[in-house]
């Protein structure tokens, strides 16, 4: 568990951006990682995390949460709209609003409860066809959508191409939010949230440099 190594190279990533200590988000990916390593990082006093999907997240922080009750949980992962129910009830932000019909569907249940998770827009900076997200030509009316519904924004998040220079992808996002005036950017991964913090990043998810390698076996 390297969580306070992580810790003191964020740190160290804000002091040489020129950005406030303490001013970025360190969102902990356990996804798939096993209970005792996440248990770890709760006890050595960790309290924000990330997760992939609805079903195991389910199955992990209902009972955490009892444990640790000021922990908070992000959804990072593509939400399924058949899922928006049990995710706002679930999770304290979505990073992963993608689309019009996901977009009414959580306006729907946040007009209902009177409450609304964190949302931010995912934004497929690379166009990739694979790849979940608003392209950045659509990106504005999107906004202007979600916004028309009274759904509260609060930035942006993108996951760069696998195979690219990621510091140009966190420059546009931060263009993109910067016009569309959200304060948010959730960009910067293992690999990559030093230059995702120098580019202004606000939340960075990191998984596997903090909990080790995931094992999918
Ligand atoms: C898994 C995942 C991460 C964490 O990836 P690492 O390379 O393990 O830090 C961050 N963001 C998203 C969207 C992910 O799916």
Redesign the pocket.
Known sequence: MSLHLITQRLRDAEAKAGRAAGSVQLIA?S?VQPDARVRAVLEAGHLVF?E?YVQEAIGKWPGFRAEFPSVSVHM??PLQTNKAKVAVELFDAIHTLDRPSLADKLAKLAQARGTCPELFVQVNTGAEPQKAGVLPAELDGFIAVARAMDLPLSGLMC?PPEDQDPAPHFAMLADMAARNGVQGLSMG???DFEAAIAAGATHV?????IFGA?SYA
Do not use: E, P, Q, T
């Open positions: 990916v996804k990330g992939n990072i992962g996951i991964m293992s690999g998810r990191v998984g596997s440099a995931r």
